[in-house]
């Protein structure tokens, strides 16, 4: 929008009043609930600072459904790693602590896929929320698993590991691969403009799976 700081904020409350349970609530990152909430102040409104965690509960309530995008809005992501100080939560954890029940679609990635992204919100458009699987993901893009997918999977198979990340070919496993345990479509949609993809050149990190990143912690060493 064209406005910032209070009037931008007003335009939104106004605008989530007037189509209450018809718009769609786009929320990027974690939400801080330590400190009461004021790792992150989203603005001030009548001279009071409003958090992510007051416009989650307000706005949270009023949406039609929620797009929680990338893998901190979903489900915590990095800042709800160990260590981290901020209490940070995905919003469906949030909405089950405040008893708010509007559907969640998680887009998760670490960066989610922009095809994702806006195939997600193209289905909401034009058909309503897409089918989800347990972990609240649309099951057109992370219905299937990638080592079951791989093109690598018959070197799996035959037992040609890599041994360095520099290695042409071979099955990545041994350097810490977490396709077995990470369903996503990477493996044909590709990054890059279809250019390539995490485990052409590296490990899958797991980086839509709900524990990510503790779960597949450390990256380069086999599961
Ligand atoms: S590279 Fe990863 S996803 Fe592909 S076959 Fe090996 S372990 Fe499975
Ligand atoms: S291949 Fe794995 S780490 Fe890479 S984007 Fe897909 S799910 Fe994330």
Known sequence: ??????????????????????FSLAVEGAIPMGADGKYCIVGERNGHEITMVDIMKDLGEKAGSVLAIGTCAAYGGIPAAEGGETGAIGVMEF??????????????????????????????LTKGVPELDDDGRPTVFFGENIH????????????????????????RMDLGCKGPETYADCYKRKWNSQMNWCVDNSVCIGCVEPGFPDASSPFYEPA
């Open 148 to 171: 079951d997918n791989c093109p690598r999977l018959d070197q799996y198979d035959a037992g040609e590991l890599s041994e360095k990340l520099s290695d042409a070919k071979g099955c």
């Open 95 to 124: 909405f089950k602590a405040h008893g708010i029940k509007t559907a969640t679609v998680n887009i998760p990635g670490c960066p989610p896929h922009p095809d994702w992204i806006v195939g997600s919100i193209a289905h909401l």
């Open 1 to 22: 929008m064209a406005s910032e700081g209070e009037t931008a904020l007003d335009n939104l409350y106004h605008i989530a009043e007037k189509y209450k349970g018809k």
